[in-house]
């Protein structure tokens, strides 16, 4: 089976760091990915983790463990405009198909 | 070059109706996906092309649903006879090549409401 846990709401304020977490059971697993999405709008790309360690780009890092089946993103310097859902989704093996978890809903406040 | 494009924006039905949803994926991707997102969660998988074929359709609900990309370019996901429970944003996705390591970009999605 496929699951995929992350926290449903979390508050942040601007200007400070936020981590939002992910841990998946998953049948397959090919890698994971982090995409942000406004209200309305299309999930955004914004990283993709196949080994374990911390990926950096920008004010936006992160993280995986796949021996604990677990990620995080990282988002430094928040801003008013990182207030969307951030949805961690796993890759299966055939590489063709994304598993999302529920997203996390981030509010920044001022 | 242009994103994923998907039309209609907006699409409002009655029960028991037909719809179809287009979706044109970026120039170049030879893979494309389909996803539905019901309020609050994540988009769901429904169907996956390589090409012109169907690699994978193990995530549409019933054979209610189907689609095609019969020129491996613009696909086309058909609903018949809709129910209520059909609404949801259907989003489409493409990849340069289907692999994992290839990222999805995703259209703006069909807000599908059944009446």
């Known amino acids: 089976g496929q699951n995929i846990d992350q926290p449903t709401e979390m508050t942040a304020t601007e200007g400070a760091i936020v981590q939002i977490n992910c841990t998946y059971q998953?049948?397959?697993?090919?890698?994971l990915f982090w995409y942000q999405q406004h209200a309305g709008e299309a999930p955004t790309f914004l990283s993709y983790n196949v080994l374990d360690g911390l990926e950096e780009k920008g004010r936006f890092s992160s993280f995986l463990s796949r021996s604990k089946g677990y990620s995080y993103l990282l988002l430094k310097e928040l801003q008013m405009k990182d207030s969307a859902s951030y949805l961690c989704?796993?890759?299966?093996?055939?590489?063709?198909?994304?598993?999302f978890g529920g997203g996390t809903r981030l509010m920044v406040k001022p | 070059g242009a994103g994923v494009s998907q039309t209609p924006s907006n699409k409002v039905t009655e029960k028991g109706k037909y719809v179809e949803l287009r979706c044109d994926p970026i120039?170049?991707?030879?893979?494309l996906y389909w996803y539905r997102q019901s309020l609050g969660q994540g988009p769901e998988f429904l169907i996956y092309?390589?090409?012109?074929?169907?690699?994978?359709d193990s995530g549409l609900p019933n054979d209610r649903f189907f689609a095609v990309r019969p020129e491996g370019s613009v696909s086309t996901l058909k609903i018949q006879r809709t129910e209520r429970g059909d609404s949801a944003v259907y989003l489409c996705?493409?990849?340069f090549g289907g692999g994992a390591g290839d990222t999805q970009y995703f259209g703006p999605g069909t807000r599908l409401t059944v009446l």
């Open positions: 989704a796993v890759i299966n093996n055939a590489g063709n198909m994304l598993t």
């Open positions: 998953t049948s397959g697993f090919n890698g």
């Open positions: 092309f390589q090409g012109t074929g169907a690699a994978d």
């Open positions: 120039s170049g991707h030879t893979a």
């Open positions: 996705a493409s990849s």
